[in-house]
């Protein structure tokens, strides 16, 4: 499962009661201001934890006046809700993008908008990013420290054998649908296309072609959330969906797959093509025996829109002025520090690590020089084919990105049975099936405030 998805899914299940809380801390440890902090990586994660454990220390002597103490792990479930509800929350957070506008709403996070509008990087960090931080009058409460959009993930050694360019990916759907099929045509068990249809994530995928389209799966009418998709753009993406799995049989038989399903099949070398992030590729080198150079990124089919998610940090509501000064000192610091995109990336080189993937080891947050420069350090360290990922990376600023809707694993789970239906049941009807979603959705959003 990609770290994306499965750190969603935590955050979701995470902000459903909470309660306004924070705690101030102690300000000063012997002299310093010491601050908590989120983000620390476990220690499975040798390399990564290795990284921020040496940052916390280069940090510290860079400014003598602040002492980090770094709490393991992001955002846990089982402990979340307690640390609120108990005032245990830590000084600086990390949050899914998925998580601010609530936050925000039940008052738990600091208003950063003058303390941040001192920080040099801001006004390098792409627009609409800062605005999943910032409320209806504009202020802001976070900053973004890593995002990502959805793309076409595709196997570059199978389109040679279907007679394809692995260098001219697909744009368009009808593109998609046609090197689908000349893939499948290969025999020996291979599919073409593939895409989720449970556990949410059938909802989760539906999301993203809707807004390839240029559609939408919730709207605001008057301060009230409403279902957006039973409508011409609903009906031309699952008429797409069920014409390639049953005129085309591009898709295969096997259905009902989520991530893993999908991303055996791509390392094993039987698919062509599927929808997901960038960190999807690792997952299938480190986890299913597959080889960098067999992969490419496309940027999303159709170019309208994708799927935007990614993460970042906020700051606790009671942290003194001190504390928000020191905690916004580490974010930059750590996160957000242009002049240290060579050091970093230099490590992950070193280290073994991957570097040239479009959103790794350095997040593809910002625009214009200083995306330029951070793109010219990657190239110069990279260790794995950066050139079959350049269809996505030239159409990542390009394409408008959304982020997902409210409530919305319960919203995907009512999407999930229309996905289901439509890749099993030659006979489904769309209408009915986006009717019907359409009132269950509806229902899940009034809730929503």
């Not at 059938?202 to 559609?215: Q, R, V």
Request: proline share 6%; hydrophobic share 40%.
């Amino acid at each position: 499962m990609s770290n994306h998805w499965s750190r969603t899914m935590l955050a979701l299940t995470v902000l459903g009661g909470l309660v306004a809380c924070g705690s101030p801390g102690v300000d000063q440890a012997g002299g310093k201001v010491q601050i908590t902090v989120t983000g620390q990586p476990p220690l499975t994660q040798q390399f990564e934890r290795a990284v921020f454990d040496r940052d916390v220390a280069e940090f510290e002597k860079a400014h003598p006046d602040i002492d980090i103490v770094p709490h393991e792990g992001f955002m846990d479930p089982k402990t979340f809700s307690a640390k609120l509800a108990g005032g245990q929350l830590e000084d600086v957070y990390y949050v899914y993008f998925t998580d601010p506008a609530q936050l925000i709403a039940r008052h738990q996070a600091a208003d950063l908008t003058t303390a941040a509008g001192n920080l040099p990087a801001v006004k390098d960090i792409r627009p609409e990013l800062l605005d999943t931080f910032r409320d209806a009058a504009g202020r802001l409460y976070g900053l973004p420290t890593a995002n990502y959009t959805m793309g076409l993930v595709y196997n570059r050694k199978l389109f040679r054998q279907a007679g394809l360019d692995p260098d001219r990916p697909p744009t368009t759907w009808d593109e998609v649908r046609s090197a689908a099929r000349r893939i499948a045509a290969l025999g020996n068990g291979i599919t073409g296309y593939a895409d989720y249809s449970k556990n949410n994530q059938g909802g989760w995928h539906l999301t993203a072609w809707l807004y390839s389209m240029g559609g939408d799966v919730a709207r605001q009418d008057n301060g009230k959330w409403r279902a957006d998709f039973d409508n011409d753009k609903g009906r031309a993406a699952l008429n797409r969906l069920h014409a390639m799995r049953w005129d085309d049989n591009s898709m295969g038989s096997k259905q009902l797959l989520q991530d893993v399903d999908v991303q055996r099949m791509m390392g094993a070398g039987q698919l062509g093509m599927y929808l997901a992030a960038p960190d999807n590729v690792p997952v299938l080198v480190k986890q299913f025996n597959g080889k960098y150079e067999d992969y490419g990124i496309a940027g999303m089919p159709g170019g309208r829109g994708t799927l935007l998610g990614g993460e970042g940090y906020m700051v606790n509501p009671k942290a003194s002025p001190a504390k928000i000064k020191a905690g916004l000192t580490w974010i930059q610091w750590k996160y957000l520090n242009p002049d240290r995109f060579e050091q970093h990336v230099k490590q992950y080189a070193e280290g073994n690590q991957p570097v040239g993937l479009p959103a790794e080891p350095t997040p593809d947050i910002w625009q214009g020089a200083v995306r330029d420069r951070q793109l010219a350090v990657k190239k110069k360290y990279a260790n794995v084919p950066a050139e079959n990922y350049q269809s996505y990376v030239d159409t990542a600023n390009r394409i408008k990105g959304s982020v997902e809707p409210p409530a919305a694993q319960q919203v995907y789970a009512a999407l999930d049975s229309v996905m289901q239906a439509v890749l099993t049941d030659r006979e489904a009807n769309i209408d009915q099936l986006l009717s019907s979603a359409s009132a269950k959705v509806d229902g899940v959003l009034a809730q929503v405030k």
